[in-house]
């Protein structure tokens, strides 16, 4: 499952995908991302401002709510493009039977991420540490909440599937499944949206107008190796 397989994947279904499908799609959702976390700074520098606090965690969950079906919906156009399955349409994803378990996954998302923002920021701020030691604590912060978010991100995948199979899993139910697919793939998972850095400068540095084209590059590539986390697990099963 290497990282360079998910990339040229991503790469020959984004061709066969129209720009205007994508594109602003993906500004949206750099964006998106981006306002939550720059009030967050805002909001932990100095004294906690709750107000700001609540604004960035609401944000969040919007963020993360529309991101997942961002995901959702390049892996349809994914399964258009290779397997002629029907065109998808957006707000298809954001049906009312995946809303909830979708908003569910956004709730924790934005938990995880805004308290360890808090947290890290209160740290950072902190007169009484050292700055080793607050370097330190942020930093194993920020290692535990990439471990949590990576274990956790198959869920919009699994919850796309069951919801399409039929299944009568529940939210918890598509976690714990996620927890278990990623056990031994995080390094790769990991080492995949590493491999995307020099895109994710290159948007930064355009102030987000790259994202037209990282951002639905890189969740083509997140819903191939998850189609090869399902391919692995067919193989081992049979």
Not at 9 to 16: H, M, Q, T, Y
Not at 172 to 190: A, P, T
Not at 192 to 199: E, P, R, V
């Amino acid at each position: 499952m290497k990282a360079a397989d998910c990339r040229a994947a991503a790469r020959e279904d984004l061709k066969k995908i129209p720009a205007k499908v994508y594109a602003p799609l993906g500004l949206l959702a750099c964006y998106l991302t981006a306002i939550p976390n720059v009030i967050g700074i805002y909001a932990s520098a100095g004294d906690v401002n709750w107000g700001l606090t609540i604004l960035a965690f609401a944000l969040a969950l919007l963020a993360y709510l529309y991101q997942a079906a961002f995901m959702l919906y390049l892996k349809r156009w994914r399964a258009h493009v290779k397997i002629g399955a029907v065109k998808p349409t957006f707000w298809e994803v954001l049906s009312s039977k995946r809303i909830p378990r979708l908003l569910e996954y956004a709730v924790l998302q934005s938990v995880l991420t805004q308290s360890v923002d808090v947290v890290s920021m209160r740290v950072m701020t902190d007169g009484k540490m050292t700055s080793g030691l607050r370097f330190s604590i942020t930093t194993l912060l920020a290692i535990i909440l990439i471990w949590f978010l990576m274990r956790l991100s198959q869920v919009p995948y699994l919850i796309d599937d069951d919801l399409l199979e039929g299944n009568r899993n529940g939210f918890f139910d598509e976690v714990n499944e996620s927890w278990r697919l990623m056990k031994g793939r995080c390094w790769s998972f990991f080492f995949l949206n590493l491999s995307f850095l020099g895109w994710i400068i290159l948007q930064n540095v355009t102030g987000g107008l790259a994202s037209f084209f990282v951002q639905p590059y890189l969740a083509l590539a997140c819903a191939e190796f998850y189609s090869q986390i399902l391919e692995d697990e067919h193989i081992f099963d049979r």
